[in-house]
């Protein structure tokens, strides 16, 4: 499941990066996410969560492509909205993933306290299917000769 597009990600990053590329850091974030909730039971997250926490961890690892092929671009701006590059890449991916893991673990506690459906075993065909014995059924008892 493809939490956020490269769309998503671009208005933080501009497009200095590939769609291609984006869409190769989303799946890698997006299993990032699945793991991380399949190993708290397994829950999903909600879309709106799942899709900002998949944008936050893109966005880390364009941060950490930026240090290492040493691209720093110098900002991005789209109507109101404008960012600044950051020289230090590598900080500003520690802190995008740390915002994504608080969500993250806010969101599994959330997924923890929701009330969850519970199976009515107060009716005995709520534990067992219904045994009807009809006009056919044999009942023959056994009993041991001396």
Do not use: W
């Amino acid at each position: 499941m493809v939490y956020c597009t490269p769309a998503n990600v671009k208005v933080y990053v501009g497009t200095t990066v590939t769609d291609a590329d984006l869409t190769e850091m989303i799946a890698d974030a997006d299993a990032e996410i699945n793991a991380f909730f399949a190993s708290r039971g397994g829950k999903s997250p909600d879309s709106t969560t799942a899709k900002q926490v998949s944008i936050l961890l893109t966005r880390a690892r364009v941060a950490e492509r930026f240090h290492l092929t040493g691209e720093n671009p110098t900002g991005y701006s789209s109507g109101d909205y404008s960012q600044s590059g950051s020289v230090d890449q590598l900080g500003q991916a520690k802190s995008l993933q740390d915002r994504a893991y608080k969500i993250m673990n806010d969101e599994a506690v959330r997924l923890r306290t929701v009330p969850q459906e519970q199976a009515d075993v107060t009716r005995s065909d709520a534990v067992m299917p219904d045994f009807h014995l009809d006009q056919s059924d044999d009942l023959t008892f056994f009993t041991e000769d001396a």
